[in-house]
């Protein structure tokens, strides 16, 4: 992986450290532009219902993906977060968002978000995870439905 | 941890010794004629009773990897609908590693050969072997290592492994077990792409066994005490990191008496009193643990 174009233009460029503390600003732009609009709209009403929308992850890479695969934390080796384009610049189909006062503690207002969350998410016609039936990522919001993840890893020559 | 494991069959020692691809090692008469004659006690025709001493098994396809095997048994579906996979290590006597696709297993009706000639006019290499039954095992208890949904997964999945087709069997004392059924259901909706982790418990042989967890994921190690035992199973993500619910089981009333969402590592204290690390995880996805004593009402 590491050997292949878009994989040495991903790491030797801006988009390098972890994704996770990058700025709001930089997570967005990490988004394919499509989804990105998107999102902007999701946490524009998010706001709207008085909530403080963060976005945790937007982007983040296939090698971070694998490491955590690696130490048992997902089972998950490839996900619409690590979505490259044509040009090797990151293009993430999911946003993870949380709540910046509530994050994922154990207190009714985060249902409350979670709630909001995938509702303002589907009216805007995109997948919530938790509407999953296997396992649940309340915060994880995607462009795609899973169905399509080998198609977007293959676009993204990965 | 390593104890509860059933000897011989971690999917780390799915060691790459393959045999054959598209073809089939093909036993001589003389070798065939040496299988031993099934006893009633392990014939095909008594499916309720475990497996164990001697068998014989009519091979019609070996691979190395579970998603090859799973495969050829789609492939052959319609020639033997009823056909099992077995893993070698359930055998102590054949070379570990490999997944076989078993027609019949020791009927006491019909000898090797007479299964062998019958099998050959379709698969012409198909061949058989003795196989000294590890007791316990999933062999032995007669729970196929592969589900048969396993053969849908489809073929563009991107998250499926191997580790992830091949079921397992979990010690929790010397006559009770956990199988890990992993499974492929194409309505469990998750970028697991229909992957499903169920966890059922059982006494001696699974003729009954009880649903545990449909979805677990990263499970533990059961700890028993009594008539409890304790687990976790992991149902949410949270960051980067699984977010568990823990779980006492109760095994004279066959059903799960207590939960605990968000905490993991469940210790029994007493059959009344569970220790668990509740979880938390900050808006920087940050993980704290820390230890707590719940009391089980009863």
Redesign the interface.
């Known amino acids: 992986m590491s050997s292949s174009p878009k994989a040495r233009q991903i790491t030797s460029g801006k988009w390098t450290g972890d994704s ?1 503390r990058w700025s709001q600003n930089k997570k967005l732009r990490s988004l394919n532009s499509g989804f990105r609009i998107k999102i902007k709209k999701l946490v524009a009403a998010l706001e709207g219902r008085q909530f403080r929308p ?1 976005i ?2 937007g982007w983040r890479s296939v090698e971070v993906q694998l490491k ?1 695969y690696k130490k ?9 977060h690590n979505a490259i384009s044509n040009d090797g610049t990151p293009n993430a189909y999911a946003v ?1 968002i ?1 709540d ?1 006062r509530y ?4 207190v009714p207002e985060t249902k409350e978000f979670w709630k909001a969350l995938g509702e303002e998410a589907k009216k805007l016609g995109l997948y919530w ?1 938790g ?10 919001v995607q462009m795609h439905p ?2 399509e ?2 198609k977007v ?1 293959k676009e993204s020559g990965l | 941890m390593n104890r509860f494991y059933i000897k011989g069959f971690f999917p780390q020692r799915l060691v790459l010794c393959l045999i054959f691809i598209s073809g089939f090692v093909v036993i001589n008469a003389n070798a065939a004629s040496s299988m031993p004659r099934a006893n009633g006690a392990t014939s095909e025709n008594a499916p309720d009773k475990a497996l164990s001493g001697e068998v014989w098994l009519a091979i019609i396809a070996t691979e190395t990897s579970a998603a090859a095997i799973a495969a050829k048994r789609k492939q052959l579906l319609n020639l033997y609908p009823s056909a099992k996979i077995v893993h070698s290590n359930d055998c102590s006597n054949l070379k570990p590693g490999l997944f076989l696709l078993v027609s019949h297993i020791s009927g006491k009706d019909r000898t090797p050969e007479e299964v062998l000639t019958e099998i050959r006019t379709d698969v012409v290499d198909a061949y058989s072997r003795p196989c000294s039954v590890v007791t316990p095992s999933l062999l032995s208890l007669r729970i196929p290592v592969i589900h048969a949904s396993i053969d849908q997964v ?1 073929v ?4 499926w ?1 191997n580790e ?1 087709r091949v079921s397992q069997l979990l010690k929790v004392n010397d006559a009770e077990y956990l199988l890990i059924e992993r499974a492929y259901d194409s ?7 229909g ?2 982790q169920s966890v059922y418990y059982f006494k001696g042989y699974p003729k009954q066994r009880i649903l545990i967890e449909k ?1 677990c ?2 499970i533990s190690q059961p700890d028993s005490l009594g008539n409890r035992f304790s687990l976790h199973c ?10 568990h619910t823990s779980i006492v089981f109760d095994i004279e009333a066959q059903s799960i008496v207590f939960r605990e ?2 905490c993991r590592n469940p210790r029994l204290a007493s059959e009344n009193q569970l220790s668990c690390e509740k979880e ?6 940050r993980l704290s643990l820390s230890r707590r004593e719940i009391l089980i009402e009863q």
């Open positions: 996770a963060k945790f992850y955590l048992g934390r997902t089972k998950v080796k490839f996900s619409f993870d949380i910046s994050a994922w503690s154990d995870g509407d999953w039936t296997s396992f649940k990522d309340w915060a994880h899973n169905s993840l080998g890893k | 489809p563009d999945a991107v998250n492994s992830d309505h469990n909706e998750s970028p697991l792409e992957m499903k979805n994921w990263d992991a149902n949410e993500m949270a960051a980067d990191q699984w977010l969402s968000y938390s995880i900050d808006a920087d996805g």
